[in-house]
Nanobody
Framework: QVQLVESGGGLVQAGGSLRLSCAATGSIYTINAMGWYRQAPGKQRELVADITSPSDGSTNYADSVKGRFTISRDNAKKTVYLQMNSLKPEDTAVYYC???????????????WGQGTQVTVSS
């Protein structure tokens, strides 16, 4: 069983910053990747950023957030962060943490999702 505990969402003005955190707990042998997705009202869920872990930490970003958002990780804490700067109203969405792990039995690869955290950016 893998759980993702998210924090850091909230309401900010355009141009402001937020830092999202997501800690993975449970039966985990290896974290293969963690990332952030978001879903705005009336839109499909989209990838925001992801990062491989604990391998070389290769990152991937949506074009819309490049240069503004930074994903990072703390392997010891099994935690991924999303630093969001220069926020825009169009960043308003529910942000979901995602993990791809090999479970503690070393037999299963498991996808897990956080409950989502609301980010609202006012103009």
């Amino acid at each position: 069983q893998v759980q993702l505990v998210e924090s850091g969402g909230g309401l900010v003005q355009a141009g402001g910053s937020l830092r999202l955190s997501c800690a993975a707990t449970g039966s985990i042998y290896t974290i293969n990747a963690m990332g952030w997705y978001r879903q705005a009202p009336g839109k499909q869920r989209e990838l925001v950023a992801d990062i491989t872990s604990p391998s070389d930490g290769s990152t991937n970003y949506a074009d819309s957030v490049k240069g503004r958002f930074t994903i990072s990780r703390d392997n010891a804490k099994k935690t991924v962060y999303l630093q969001m700067n220069s926020l825009k109203p169009e960043d308003t969405a529910v942000y979901y943490c995602h993990s791809d792990v090999t479970d503690g039995s070393r037999r299963y690869r498991v996808d897990s999702w956080g409950q989502g955290t609301q980010v609202t950016v006012s103009s």
